[in-house]
Structure formats: C-alpha cells, structure tokens
C-alpha cells in the first residue's frame, strides 16, 4: 500500500520516500504503517457479509473484489492524505484509524445496502418468472 501511496503522491508531483515500514514527503511528514493500518477488520467484516449472503457465487465474487479494491483505494488515500498534512507533534487528540473505519464502515454500509436491494430485486424477478 505505501508503494501505491508514493506513487499517487508522484503523480501529483510531490518526491516521497518508502520502504517496508514508513512514508516520508520530504517537508511534509513521516508515516509509519503497522499491522491495524492495513484495513484487515474492514475488509473481512466486507468479506464475510458478502460470502454469507445468498446470491450466486459469480455476484459475490465480482463485488467482493471490487469492494476490496474499494476499501484498498480508500486506505491509498488515507495514507496520501496522512502522509501530507498529518502533524503527530501537534496536540491533537485526532485518532485517524477510528475515523477512517467509520467512514469506511458508512460506506459500506450504504453499498451492501443497495446490492443487497438490487440482489432481491432480481430474485424476487426471477421467482416470479
């Protein structure tokens, strides 16, 4: 994700530095990724919702892939933006991981919302049928 991250952060002209671990724009500031940055509890929440539901197989499989890709973006972003204006010596009491999965969490709740509707609908047709 930090590669990813370097590379938005390229495109928009800005030089950055990575390896494994840490992020640095030079003049801006030094992240340091750890194992709760990489979105695992979202992405298996989104994960085992849409396995669970009953649709066919091949549905799943092209939303769950795309909704991980989604929440991967989404993280890309979070790092540009971190990687940016993110001052830890500042005093703020700004815990960005909980704001980041509520975020998340609201727009995954409004995406399985509609493909759950969508995915009745088209049962409920082909009952009908």
């Given at each position: 994700?930090?590669?990813?991250?370097?590379?938005?952060?390229?495109?928009?002209?800005?030089?950055?530095?990575?390896?494994?671990?840490?992020?640095?724009?030079?003049?801006?500031?030094?992240?340091?990724?750890?194992?709760?940055?990489?979105?695992?509890?979202?992405?298996?929440?989104?994960?085992?919702?849409?396995?669970?539901?009953?649709?066919?197989?091949?549905?799943?499989?092209?939303?769950?892939?795309?909704?991980?890709?989604?929440?991967?973006?989404?993280?890309?972003?979070?790092?540009?933006?971190?990687?940016?204006?993110?001052?830890?010596?500042?005093?703020?009491?700004?815990?960005?991981?909980?704001?980041?999965?509520?975020?998340?969490?609201?727009?995954?709740?409004?995406?399985?919302?509609f493909w759950v509707k969508r995915n009745d609908l088209l049962i409920s047709n082909n009952a009908a049928n």
């Amino acid at each position: 994700m930090l590669k990813c991250s370097v590379q938005v952060l390229n495109w928009f002209g800005f030089v950055a530095i990575t390896n494994n671990y840490e992020l640095l724009v030079p003049g801006h500031a030094t992240i340091q990724l750890v194992y709760s940055c990489l979105g695992l509890g979202v992405i298996s929440f989104f994960a085992a919702f849409v396995l669970a539901y009953p649709v066919k197989f091949k549905s799943k499989i092209a939303f769950l892939i795309g909704g991980i890709l989604g929440i991967e973006f989404l993280n890309v972003i979070r790092f540009v933006l971190l990687s940016l204006f993110w001052n830890r010596n500042e005093n703020r009491v700004i815990d960005h991981h909980a704001i980041f999965n509520i975020i998340v969490y609201i727009i995954i709740a409004i995406t399985l919302y509609f493909w759950v509707k969508r995915n009745d609908l088209l049962i409920s047709n082909n009952a009908a049928n």
